[in-house]
């Protein structure tokens, strides 16, 4: 008998400005908009780039709490498998996006870069080296 698949998963990241966040995404990530709610002044959407998934929303006066600001440690909100992360990176840096660590290979056996979006929530794009 086959195992039943599961083909991705998707961070929900609750944000101070919808309007915002999708404009960071759209703009210096190239991901698209699949879904917002209203079409003015929306609280909730869901932005794609190729397999990666991200819904989005928010919620009168809730803050955001990206990791980070929990423990300094736990600094990644999202891990983002990027098999050519240098790559990547260039096309980032040409839409203006700025690197919160840069495109290296990790101690821990990773190759990539963070960013943080508008709303400190890090993401890594990378892959195992």
């Given at each position: 008998?086959?195992?039943?698949?599961?083909?991705?998963?998707?961070?929900?990241?609750?944000?101070?400005?919808?309007?915002?966040?999708?404009?960071?995404?759209?703009?210096?990530?190239?991901?698209?908009?699949?879904?917002?709610?209203?079409?003015?002044?929306?609280?909730?959407?869901?932005?794609?780039?190729?397999?990666?998934?991200?819904?989005?929303?928010?919620?009168?006066?809730?803050?955001?709490?990206?990791?980070?600001?929990?423990?300094?440690?736990?600094?990644?909100?999202?891990?983002?498998?990027?098999?050519?992360?240098?790559?990547l990176a260039a096309e980032f840096t040409g839409h203006g996006a700025a690197?919160?660590?840069?495109?290296?290979?990790?101690?821990?056996?990773?190759?990539?870069?963070?960013?943080?979006?508008?709303?400190?929530?890090?993401?890594?794009?990378?892959?195992p080296r």
């Amino acid at each position: 008998m086959t195992r039943p698949a599961t083909t991705a998963i998707s961070p929900f990241f609750v944000v101070s400005d919808v309007n915002q966040t999708i404009a960071f995404y759209n703009e210096k990530l190239g991901f698209e908009t699949t879904y917002q709610q209203p079409e003015r002044n929306p609280f909730a959407a869901i932005m794609v780039r190729d397999g990666a998934q991200i819904f989005f929303k928010s919620q009168g006066n809730i803050t955001p709490v990206p990791n980070s600001k929990r423990h300094p440690f736990l600094r990644w909100d999202a891990f983002v498998y990027a098999p050519d992360p240098d790559a990547l990176a260039a096309e980032f840096t040409g839409h203006g996006a700025a690197f919160s660590e840069p495109l290296k290979d990790t101690n821990d056996g990773l190759r990539g870069f963070e960013l943080k979006d508008p709303d400190g929530y890090v993401l890594f794009f990378g892959r195992p080296r």
